[in-house]
Every structure is written in C-alpha cells, then in structure tokens.
T-cell receptor, first 110, second 114 residues
Framework: GQQLNQSPQSMFIQEGEDVSMNCTSSSIFNTWLWYKQEPGEGPVLLIALYKAGELTSNGRLTAQFGITRKDSFLNISASIPSDVGIYFC??????????FGAGTRLTVKP | ETGVTQSPTHLIKTRGQQVTLRCSSQSGHNTVSWYQQALGQGPQFIFQYYREEENGRGNFPPRFSGLQFPNYSSELNVNALELDDSALYLC?????????????FGPGTRLTVT
C-alpha cells in the first residue's frame, strides 16, 4: 500500500492563484520526485530532489526536500488552466524502490 | 529520441485468463520498471528489470512475472487474472547510469478483468 501521505487530496482554485501541496512519510528517502499525470497518459517528471534541504525550481514550480528527509512540498505559482491534472509525490531509497503518494487532483477555474 | 511506448492501449480479459503486456524503453535506457495503478491511487512498484535480470520486486505475488529482452524492451505477464488486477499498468525506463537516473513513464495499458 501507499507509504506516502499526500495532501490535499484535491484542490479547486481560481486561475492566477498559487498552489501548495505536500507529502510526508514515516520513512527516510534519498530522493524525492514530483510527477504530473493527465488523463490517458503516464506520469511526467516535473522535479527531482536529491539532497535534504534542496530547493529546486522548474518554471512556475518550486519543490523542496525536507531536512528530515521524510517530507517534501511542491508549490505552483500563478496557476493557469493547463496546470490541471493529478500531481504525485514519489520517494526513492534506491534505484528500484520508488513509492508514490495517492495524488493531489488540481482543478483550475478560468 | 523515442519515448517509452506500451502495447496494447486497452485490454479486456476474463478472470482466470493470462495476459501479456509490452513495453519499449526510451532510447539509451537499459532498465525497465513496471507499476500497477489502481483507480484513484498512485502507481505501485511491481518489479524492475536490468540487463535481462529481475533487479528488485515489490509486494506482488509470483503470478506477476516479467522478461527483458536484449534490446531492453520488456514484457509483464500476469497469470490467473483476478478482478482486482483491473488497473492501469505503467512501465518506466531509466538508464541506471548513476544516482540521478530518473524514470520516464509510458502511457500505460488499461487492463479490465471481468
């Protein structure tokens, strides 16, 4: 089952608003990743984080690797309609053990 | 650069049957991982293949098996299908070239077991 607790489960926001979602775990991970999945497609990698405390941006997206190595957050600034989708956090201990959260479903109203 | 492809796109099987799903890895990648994604859930790791050998396995029974071929493509086989096997099956390829070898997903195969 899922070992990562991702919140919120869903968000309904107005275009232009900022969004914040997070992921926590009882276990330590060496890498945190954030993926976005749209209907009929596989998850697409948005940001990968490799060191505790690391803060990384990809355009309007910013993610941080928590200093305890048990959590991560993703922020989206100035949301636009194409941000709609399901965002997943994933934690990895080694190359073949990647665990996913249950996802945050984002809806953006124009 | 060719991305990860999977076939078929959709599949309907009957309980007790067997199914084979296929995945072609991204150009330059030598590792394939398979995931099961139930409706409303995140992907769950089934297993990973590297250089034609299983290189790690999640909490799935032995009736889930796989193969990797010399060209790094892969198959997922599921025997004795159960209703709960209905899900989106995703494969992801990576290079295992170093610590920062991230996985890139295909579009998935939607399996329905009736």
């Amino acid at each position: 089952g899922q070992q990562l607790n991702q919140s919120p489960q869903s968000m309904f926001i107005q275009e232009g608003e900022d969004v914040s979602m997070n992921c926590t775990s009882s276990s330590i991970f060496n890498t945190w990743l954030w993926y976005k999945q749209e209907p009929g497609e596989g998850p697409v990698l948005l940001i990968a984080l490799y060191k505790a405390g690391e803060l990384t941006s990809n355009g309007r997206l910013t993610a941080q690797f928590g200093i305890t190595r048990k959590d991560s957050f993703l922020n989206i600034s100035a949301s636009i309609p194409s941000d709609v989708g399901i965002y997943f956090c994933a934690g990895r201990r080694d190359n073949n053990d990647m665990r996913f959260g249950a996802g945050t479903r984002l809806t953006v109203k124009p | 650069e060719t991305g990860v492809t999977q076939s078929p796109t959709h599949l309907i099987k009957t309980r007790g049957q067997q199914v084979t799903l296929r995945c072609s890895s991204q150009s330059g990648h030598n590792t394939v991982s398979w995931y099961q994604q139930a409706l409303g859930q995140g992907p769950q790791f089934i297993f990973q293949y590297y250089r034609e050998e299983e290189n790690g396995r999640g909490n799935f029974p032995p009736r889930f098996s796989g193969l990797q071929f010399p060209n790094y493509s892969s198959e997922l086989n599921v025997n004795a299908l159960e209703l709960d096997d209905s899900a989106l099956y995703l494969c992801a390829s990576s290079s295992l070239a170093g610590f920062r070898d991230e996985q890139y997903f295909g579009p998935g195969t939607r399996l329905t077991v009736t």
